[in-house]
């Protein structure tokens, strides 16, 4: 977590410090918004807006809204939720004329998302203890990216992989002040967070336009 920390505050000061060497007389920023096509599919509707600096770097915000319905276990759980995450990150094109081509960025991410879980054992038959619950599951992490972006006139394709590592907190209350969460693991099923603890690997895929010439 470290070194993450390290590479991306280094990358924020060469942006800060030397935003002139980049600069050429001819240069426009321009400013590209983009969607996740994929996000649609897993209940998601991702986006986000980037912004050049120069032709070296450039600024990029990406968030997020989280929502929609499971059963976890046939018959055992309905699981509904929302949420939502905030990740900026600051890229460096490794070409001359940003921001297309290759690029690496260090991005930090805020996630935030709200479960509510209920008991569907107990609604068939009010004998059964009941287990439903509310999950809040919050993580904040930093992470590294590399990643290509192809322009096409107006229209952008933006592909990139790397690793997040991140910092979590998990809240729970259940409906009955008795249950727990080993008793719930044990009688209904073991509801994984929806997001990850640690190190793990980040993908993303987005399409995007440009909104000005450069």
Known sequence: MNVLRLLCLSLVGVALFRPSNAQTADYKPV????????????????????????????????????????????????????GFFVAPELRYYFNKRGPSGFYAAGLA????????????????NSSEDDYSRKRITSTLGLGLVIGY????????????GGVLNNARSISTNYVDAKANDYNFNLNRASANPLDHRGAGFRFTFTLGYILNDS
Do not use: M
């Open 31 to 82: 400013s590209i918004v983009k969607v996740s096509p994929f996000g649609l599919f897993a209940s998601r509707l991702v986006g986000g807006y980037e912004k050049a600096v120069n032709t070296k770097f450039s600024w990029y915000a990406g968030v997020g809204l989280l929502g929609g319905n499971r059963t976890i276990k046939k018959d055992t759980l309905s699981n509904s939720c929302a």
């Open 109 to 124: 991410r805020l996630y935030y998302i709200r479960e509510k879980q209920n008991d569907l054992v107990h609604l068939y």
């Open 149 to 160: 972006q192809y322009i096409k006139k107006r229209w952008v394709i933006d592909v990139a």
